[in-house]
């Protein structure tokens, strides 16, 4: 089965697992797995910030970031179809007891202008105080869309304006970084913290990295510990991590280069009445019914063992990833000619 349904699906390679199976390991809620130290130090210089902190996953490093940056009865600004907002379980109002002000973006990106008109005024004390602003990079709903770095600094600069706090969800930032080569510091100057999965497109079995200023990170570890994320000899998963960032990096545009065939191929097809524009490893497409119905369409495809996922109503998406390799690639651009 070749499975493009998203890039959460990778398993570890032969060589990651010999390099998990040599880890050093300790209890890291001791901070003594010397493997997640190294982890840890290693992505805080790579993105020029003060510190950084493993959590076992995306969804619990972008709540510590909200809990960190937030205090109960504010408000945060971010997209309509933020994952923190869609696809967190309301964790931000159980977590952290602060409400969301959507903005309607584009592809699940924001601009400056709207963050502005989103703010409300801070000495009208009816309405809750604007306090964070949540961006992500690459968007996972918006088809791995990517910001202008100029765009995140136009943002910055009304956050500091306004006292926001500024937060990425940078689940798939290192396609966002290959795609449009970006130098990582780039985005540590930007944000006060940032969280990036592991265990996505770089192909490690579980894991993210929030990484933050040292007064916001000082109480991180206690938040996760709320959170119940203290994991002890998790080196094992932590060296996977360290390996990918050293062999899982560059490779990924191949993952993009695969993603923008697949999106070309479609654009030809007559049953597809719409591509979103495809800037990394995210295919995002429309059926057209009247030609094949989603139902259809999906068991031609499994049938040809391809499995892809729906978001309904005809709207489909596809996820290139490590596991996804050239001869697989070579038959999928075929069956999609229908
Ligand atoms: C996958 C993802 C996360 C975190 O997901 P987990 O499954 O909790 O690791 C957060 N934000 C975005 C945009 C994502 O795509």
């Not at 961006?135 to 990517?146: I, V």
């Not at 497109?201 to 510990?225: C, D, F, S």
Request: aromatic content about 8%.
């Amino acid at each position: 089965m070749i499975d493009l349904r998203s890039d959460t699906v990778t398993k570890p390679t032969p060589d990651m697992l010999k390099y998990m199976m040599e880890a050093e390991v300790g209890d890291d809620v001791y901070k003594e797995d010397p493997s997640v130290n190294q982890l840890e130090e290693y992505m805080a210089e790579l993105f020029g910030m003060d510190a950084a902190l493993y959590f076992p996953t995306g969804t619990m490093a972008n709540q510590a970031a909200i809990k960190l940056l937030t205090n109960p009865s504010e408000q945060l600004i971010c997209d309509k179809w933020a994952h923190v907002y869609n696809y967190e379980g309301g964790g931000v109002a159980f977590n952290s007891g602060v409400s969301c002000k959507l903005i309607d973006g584009d592809r699940g990106k924001i601009t400056a202008d709207q963050v502005q008109k989103a703010i409300n005024p801070p000495d009208f004390y009816h309405s809750p105080m604007s306090t964070l602003v949540c961006l992500e990079n690459t968007t996972n709903k918006g088809g791995g869309a990517c910001y202008h770095l100029d765009d995140i600094k136009a943002i910055k600069k009304v956050c500091d304006e306004n006292d926001l706090k500024l937060h990425l969800d940078g689940a798939r930032l290192f396609n966002a970084i290959v795609a449009n080569n970006h130098d990582p510091k780039e985005f540590g100057a930007l944000f006060d913290t940032i969280s990036i999965c592991l265990s996505k497109g770089l192909g490690a079995p579980m894991g993210t990295i929030l990484l933050g200023k040292k007064e916001v990170m000082q109480n991180a570890m206690r938040v996760r510990k709320v959170l119940g994320g203290g994991m002890r000899q998790v080196g094992f998963a932590a060296s996977a991590v360290y390996y990918a960032l050293h062999h899982h990096v560059d490779r990924m545009v191949d993952d993009h280069r695969r993603a923008k065939e697949i999106s070309d191929v479609l654009k030809t097809e007559n049953y597809v009445s719409k591509v979103e524009k495809t800037e990394t490893n995210i295919v995002i497409f429309y059926l057209n019914e009247s030609v094949i119905k989603e139902a259809e369409f999906l068991s031609y495809l499994e049938n040809n063992k391809i499995r892809i996922s729906t978001m309904g109503e005809g709207k489909m998406r596809i996820v290139t990833h490590l596991d996804y390799s050239e001869e697989d690639h070579q038959k999928i651009l075929e069956v999609l000619k229908i």
